[in-house]
């Protein structure tokens, strides 16, 4: 399985952009999909996830009521609708996919991994 994402880019704080990240196919263990970012000298952060089958969606708090998950299935793609975004926002985000229900908030919970995608914001 491979996963790729796109849709990074330059903004300015308070705009907005969206991800994608699409599957070259689904497996029956491919249960929750997530969005983790990473900054330089930081440690890979979950920031959101959605459960594939159920529609479930789950947000680290500092992106509730700016960010939001969304998926279409027929396309293997999940999204991240970013809005108001920070400068803190600034981080290369990837998308993943894991096995387990409601394990999401570790990357230790996921098994595929995107190439990840650049998302800067000025200030």
């Known amino acids: 399985v491979q996963l790729q994402a796109s849709g990074g880019g330059l903004v300015q704080a308070g705009g907005s952009l969206r991800l994608s990240c699409v599957a070259s196919?689904?497996?029956?263990?491919?249960?929750?999909m997530g969005w983790f970012r990473q900054a330089p000298g930081k440690e890979r952060q979950f920031v959101s996830a959605?459960?594939?089958?159920?529609?479930?969606?789950f947000y680290a708090d500092s992106v509730k009521g700016r960010f939001t998950i969304a998926r279409m299935g027929a396309k293997n793609t999940w999204y991240l609708q970013m809005n108001s975004l920070k400068p803190e926002d600034t981080a290369v985000y990837y998308c993943?996919?894991?096995?387990?229900?409601?394990?999401?908030?570790?990357?230790?919970?996921?098994?595929?991994w995107g190439q990840g995608t650049q998302v800067t914001v000025s200030s």
């Open positions: 993943a996919s894991g096995p387990t229900p409601l394990a999401y908030m570790s990357p230790g919970d996921y098994d595929y």
């Open positions: 196919r689904l497996t029956v263990s491919m249960n929750n």
């Open positions: 959605i459960s594939w089958r159920a529609g479930n969606t």
